[in-house]
């Protein structure tokens, strides 16, 4: 009766047998030890736990492991080493972005998402992109500067 | 690079290992064989507790609550007074005190023995808003009044002659609600045993705080416990000596158990069951002659503390001595009342008291200006203290005070005096400003007296350890004391190493808090560094330096009267609106603040914590609001609380005032709570002036305004 | 704990929804947040779920040859939004919803299924008279989602059967309004909201409706108080406004901020009212802000 569940993540392949209704982020952080994944709200709500599943960018702790059957799913330990990844860590850090970095692996994941879809965003697509990401250290300027300077950075990388 | 200047902006340190996600916060340890904790809270705000039924514990599962306490050892938190307790014992006083903690393998099982716990209890009536207490609604918490702490202070004529005389008293009373940290990290801590000894990885901006309050919970001295540091995700104030609240309990279970033990509060956890920054009611009485100038102030200030005092004192002291705001009127009395509620113990909070009078005075004035018919702004302006001037404590204000500068340039930047007259009052278009200040470091000599901090750096060849107790928790010290150090020492900041504080390797620096960091452990640190310089070719040594008291800062604590703090940022914000009148909805169109904290040591940290505080408290005053029914917090969640986001407030116009100050570490004062301290105010100036309405109460969201306009 | 489970297919679903009454999980946005534990335990809803996200047969979105536009269940809120056959009323909810990881997750049939007063999909979706489709293992029905939403977290779903798609017949609307005002400017819950559509035939006002959410226990509309304008002749507007507004307070029933929520929704009807009495350019109307 029970069904496994095969995705993958950063690139490898994951079989899970268990309840269906475990979180994915619990997956995640406590049986992949990718604890670059962030609780902060447990309800979808402040971003902390963003991931790119299917090419779409979604908070892991309130996706159920069953939803991710064939799922293709990139975690900040998936992209920080890819040219992309690198291009916005650079520029977070770089812009002032990060304060106590809480959010921050979570504002990587959708400035990645945004980037992806839209390589030259104005401030505003950068506002609305990162508006489900709750930061309460930087009031967003400098976020906002971060990933207009990787965009910038990045040219055709974002392509 | 070796840094030449210090004006250069720098890399933060700590960026990169952020945001590549492998920074470590207390969630993300584990030790083997670690076990978790769940917290058994008390659900009543006020009652005596008849019994607790603990399910049958599997093998392996442990209840740990007040009896688990060994001999020898206190049921105290020890905070600044010893009122706190670990565990609730006989009675509860408020919804979440802490009555056990349930211990064991697996969480899924915690999760059911932690839902079949049950306590009976004899429900009493609870006392929760200010007026509760004063009421003494359900007979006295504390002593037979409520009375927490209370204070006083007077400048000038006595206020009776001065009532008696004035053509109007101008009678207001104005209220802030709480507010709710939600650094994104929720707290958390783990215990375990390394060598024999107690060690506390956790969530905390005071170490040092942490062990000298958990120790006597089993009769230890300080020493005995280690606490580390973990990369703490946010605290402003909600953990500075919150941490106690968790690290108490767990070293009561790692003294029965021995084995490692987590616990990580869920969100919804630290919604309801943490600190809050002091709901307040001021009362001013202001006698005005007939063309609106200000012959004295009589003000009354009440804070709502909870159950118990934790900071409570510390906070009204400076909540009193900020409700003068930046201004020299001619006589105040100031007295400061915090009263006890059967609310969850209300505790430090960016400002620490001073973001609620500074709202209050600085309403209360625009409300005068209008009714005089003068532009608030130049009103307030009017009465700009000045160097010299006598402050509401009967000290005086040593430093050249840069108000009217930084006023002309928010003034300029946002056109404010064209579009103040041109802006009908009602008009649904508003602009408004604020002025503010924050004493640096703790008040009066704290500094000298009580804190004693201590600095130490280490060479090692070419390398340089900074030793000391103060946390990184996101306001950047990490890099800017680095910075200081190697600047002072001139070589390269790589070459200087500084890690998150165990208190078994670096010597007390105090505590992360009240704007002191920089300003106080900056300059001991500097010192050290100026010394090691000229010692630079001795090989490997070390020099550590104790708080040196500047002179010529008198202070008499028993009497509040002196200089209260050594030193003030100063701020001014403006702030401009539009309403939609269909929804009354409103949206922020222009921010521009100015701050004069000495000299800054890193431009691009200090922007991102004006941004960062500036949105804080505009929070504060429009959307965050936490409302307590019968004792128990309706706000649970991030959905329900809900602070900004990147869509709700505009890009910042953002100056500095450069005025170096010359008792800190390359002329630089505190910083991180003044940007908290004055855009509220400003927004709250430009609401009313877009509308037409009056408030005396924030937070303002669209429902109060509409009340607002019925009333207006 | 019950068990919960991961069918393959829709009929597998169906059958499981038959013998186990299996609860549907689509997204995850409302059971994974309501039932939610601590960290490392999954939510515990107390029923079964079965986690419906990867049936393909209840993906996309389509026009019909009637020119009605189907929505099936699994469709989220970010493909609604981007769709441009989607009427525009659903558009502007669909947008409005969360934030963007939210949207990329949470689906229309989650969204009615939950039935929420402060759901956003439902208020224009009941605007526009759209129905639902109701599969069973044993067939299939269709009913108004009016009709469907009995109250807060109320449905007349049965135990049998899953929310497949939403129908939404075509209009064209001469006049349209939507507004959701939420707790703040993103990522936000509705506090009130209000759509709005009128269609004007030569002076006369052929169709008008208007729904209220967030403004009592479901969506709120009000045929009586809709009749009150339908069929009167743009010039007489202004004088059946009052009558209209009164009637619309009546039929409302906030629960929480009795008075904001009254208040804003008769200034927001009065505004889209005087517009259309005032001949306003065709087209939606209020749009100024982003």
């Known amino acids: 009766m029970l069904r496994k569940i095969v995705f993958s993540v950063n690139g490898s392949r994951v079989v899970f047998a268990g309840n269906p209704l475990t979180r994915l982020i619990d997956v995640l952080r406590d049986e992949l030890k990718l ?125 | 690079m070796p840094i030449n200047c210090i004006d250069d902006r720098v890399v933060r340190v700590d960026a990169e290992a952020k945001a590549r996600g492998e920074a470590m916060y207390a969630s993300d340890y584990s030790f083997p064989d670690m076990l978790y904790a769940r917290m058994i809270r008390s659900d009543i705000p006020r009652g005596t507790i008849d019994s607790i039924s603990v399910p049958q514990l599997p093998e ?221 009611k001021t009362i001013f009485r202001t006698a005005l002659d007939k063309e609106g100038n200000i012959l004295g102030i009589d003000g009354t200030i009440y804070y709502n503390c909870g159950a118990y005092l934790s900071a409570s004192y510390v906070v009204l002291q400076r909540g009193v001595f900020h409700a003068n705001g930046v201004y020299d009127f001619p006589a105040t009395y100031l007295k400061g009342v915090g009263v006890a509620t059967n609310t969850f113990p209300s505790d430090a909070f960016r400002g620490f ?47 050249e005070v840069k108000l009217p500068e930084m006023m002309k340039k928010i003034a300029d930047a946002s056109d404010y005096f064209r579009k103040s007259k041109e802006y009908a009052i009602g008009s649904g278009k508003g602009i408004g ?53 190697a600047n002072a020492l001139k070589i390269d900041m790589e070459q200087v190493d500084y890690d998150n504080p165990d208190t078994s390797l670096v010597p007390d620096s105090g505590p992360t808090a009240a704007s002191r960091s920089t300003m106080i452990v900056g300059k001991i640190a500097e010192d050290c560094a100026l010394e090691m ?135 630089a004062k505190g910083m991180g709570e003044l940007v908290f301290n004055g855009a509220d105010a400003a927004y709250v100036d430009a609401v009313e002036r877009a509308l037409g309405i009056t408030v005396t109460k924030i937070p303002i969201p669209p429902e109060d305004i509409e009340e607002a306009l019925e009333n207006a | ?99 963007i990881a939210l949207r990329n997750t949470a689906t229309i049939g989650g969204n009615i299924g939950n039935a929420s007063p402060k759901g956003d999909l439902p208020q224009p979706l009941i605007l526009l008279d759209a129905e639902v489709v109701l599969a069973s293992f044993d067939g299939e029905r269709r009913m108004l989602l009016d009709d469907f939403i009995l109250g807060s977290k109320k449905t007349a779903l049965a135990d049998d059967e899953i929310i497949k798609s939403v129908i939404i017949p075509p209009h064209d609307f001469t006049y349209m309004f939507y507004r959701k005002i939420g707790m703040r400017k993103a990522n936000a819950i509705s506090k009130l909201s209000l759509s709005a559509a009128c269609s004007v035939k030569d002076g006369i006002i052929s169709d008008f409706r208007a729904s209220s959410g967030a403004a009592g226990p479901k969506v709120i509309r009000s045929r009586e108080a809709e009749s009150m304008i339908i069929r009167r002749p743009v010039d007489e507007l202004a004088d059946i406004v009052p009558d209209f507004l009164d009637a619309w307070d009546h039929a409302i029933s906030p629960h929480a901020m009795p008075k904001y929520r009254r208040h804003t929704t008769a200034r927001m009807l009065t505004y889209f009212l005087e517009a259309i009495v005032n001949g306003a350019e065709p087209g939606v109307i209020g749009e100024e802000e982003k």
């Open chain 2, 533 to 667: 310089k000229e010692r630079w070719n001795e090989g490997d040594f070390s020099v550590e330096k104790e708080y040196q008291h500047p002179d010529g800062h008198p202070w008499d604590q028993s009497t509040f009267r002196g200089d209260a703090y050594l030193g003030y940022g100063w701020g001014a914000a403006c702030v401009e609106v539009e309403v939609d009148k269909l929804t009354n909805e409103v949206r922020t169109t222009g921010i521009w603040t100015c701050h004069e904290i000495g000299h800054a040591i890193d431009e691009l940290i200090v922007h991102g914590q004006v941004n960062g505080g500036v949105i804080q408290s505009l929070g504060y005053a429009s959307m965050e609001k936490m409302e307590n029914r019968n004792g128990h917090f309706r706000q649970s969640s991030m959905s329900d609380y809900v602070i900004p986001t990147s869509m709700d407030f505009p890009r910042q116009e953002w100056f500095l005032e450069d005025n170096p100050y010359q008792w800190g570490p390359q002329g």
């Open chain 2, 60 to 280: 392996g599962y442990y209840f740990i609550s007040a009896k688990d306490i060994p001999e020898g050892g206190k049921n105290e938190l020890w905070m600044i007074a010893k009122d706190w307790r670990c565990f609730a014992d006989g009675d509860v006083r408020y919804v979440g005190e802490t009555i056990g903690l349930l211990v064991g393998p697996d969480r899924n099982m915690l999760d059911y023995l932690a839902s079949n716990v049950r306590i009976s209890y004899t429900e009493q009536e609870p006392a929760v808003t200010i007026d509760d207490a004063l009421a003494l609604k359900g007979g006295p918490i504390v002593g037979e009044d409520n009375v927490l702490c209370s204070l006083f202070c007077e400048k000038g004529e006595k206020m009776q002659g001065i009532m008696d005389r004035a053509d109007s008293v101008f009678t207001e009373t104005i209220e802030t609600g709480f507010q709710e940290h939600v650094h994104l990290e929720t707290n958390g801590a783990v215990i375990t045993m390394e060598d024999g000894k107690y060690v506390i990885y956790i969530s905390a901006q005071c170490p040092f705080y942490v062990r000298k309050s958990v120790a006597g919970l089993l009769g230890l001295q300080p020493e005995d416990i280690i606490i580390r540091q973990t990369t703490t995700g946010g605290a402003f104030g909600g953990k500075e000596h919150f941490p106690d609240v968790l690290a108490g309990p767990l070293l009561v279970a790692e003294s029965v158990i021995q084995k490692p033990i987590k616990l990580i509060f869920t969100r919804e956890e630290d919604m309801l069951y943490s600190v809050k920054r002091h709901p307040s």
């Open chain 3, 1 to 99: 704990m019950a068990v919960n489970y991961v069918p393959e297919t829709l009929e597998e679903a169906l059958l499981l929804r038959k013998a186990e009454k299996a609860v549907p999980l689509a997204g995850g946005t409302d059971i994974m947040v309501q039932h939610r534990r601590a960290q490392g335990t999954a939510p515990n809803p107390g029923f079964p779920v079965m986690v419906i996200s990867g049936l393909k047969e209840l993906k996309g979105i389509r026009k019909l040859e009637d020119g009605s536009v189907e929505i099936m269940a699994l469709a989220t809120a970010a493909e609604i939004a981007s769709s441009d056959i989607v009427p525009w009323h659903v558009r502007k909810a669909a947008s409005g919803m969360g934030a």
């Open chain 2, 353 to 399: 008291g001073a973001p609620q009078t500074l709202f209050a005075i600085e309403t209360h004035l625009d409300h005068i200006a209008r009714k005089f018919g003068f532009d608030p702004a130049e009103y307030k302006a009017r009465y700009f203290i000045k160097k010299g001037g006598e402050t509401v404590t009967n000290g005086h204000i040593v430093e």
């Open chain 2, 433 to 485: 400003m604020s002025f503010y200040n924050h004493g640096g470091a703790f008040t009066g000599n704290g500094e000298q007296a009580i804190i004693k901090a201590h600095a130490r750096l280490v060479k090692s060849g070419n390398r340089v350890r900074i030793e000391v107790g103060s946390t990184e928790m996101g306001q950047g010290f990490q890099t800017a004391l680095r910075k200081i150090v």
């Open chain 1, 35 to 159: 604890t670059g994944v962030k609780e902060g709200c447990g309800e979808g709500e402040c971003g902390a736990c963003s991931i790119i599943k299917d090419g779409k960018l979604v908070t892991s702790c309130i996706i159920p492991v069953g939803a991710c059957e064939g799922s293709e799913i990139y975690t900040i330990e998936g992209i920080r080493d890819t040219e992309k990844g690198k291009c916005l860590v650079d520029a977070f850090r770089d812009g002032g972005a990060v304060q106590c970095g809480f959010c921050i692996p979570g504002m990587v994941m959708a400035a990645y998402a945004l980037l992806s879809a839209n390589p030259n965003p104005d401030e505003n697509a950068i506002r609305m992109a990162i508006s489900g990401n709750i930061c309460r250290c930087t009031g967003y300027d400098l976020i906002v500067d971060s990933i207009r300077l990787a965009a910038e950075r990045g040219g055709d990388l974002w392509q």
